[in-house]
Nanobody, 111 residues
């Protein structure tokens, strides 16, 4: 199982970013997939889950601002992040679960 996150960066409050999670080594179309994040000095936090049938769930902290999607033909998952806040600053990870996460991509929201 391999997962590679990309798309992070430094943005200002209110800006948007789109993260990608490229995967290989498993049957992408049959698995729930998760986004997590971990801020400096804090425990990791679940952000969102998308099912094979595109049913999405979100943590209360991102609901209404973030949208998770998947492309089963490309074995890739996305996280569209809008109206970013400084408290969204973290390393973002994708995975089948926390234990299978990739290396992460840094998102920094700062003015």
């Amino acid at each position: 199982v391999q997962l590679v996150e990309s798309g992070g960066g430094l943005v200002q409050p209110g800006d948007s970013l789109r993260l990608s999670c490229a995967t290989s080594g498993f049957t992408f179309s049959t698995h729930d997939l998760d986004w997590f994040r971990q801020a400096p000095g804090k425990e990791h936090e679940w952000v969102a889950t998308i099912s094979p049938g595109d049913f999405a769930q979100y943590s209360d902290s991102v609901k209404g601002r973030f949208t998770v999607s998947r492309d089963n033909a490309e074995n890739t998952m996305y996280l569209q992040m809008n109206s970013l806040k400084p408290e969204d600053t973290a390393v973002y990870f994708c995975g089948l679960d926390w234990g299978s996460r990739g290396q992460g991509t840094q998102v920094t929201v700062s003015s």
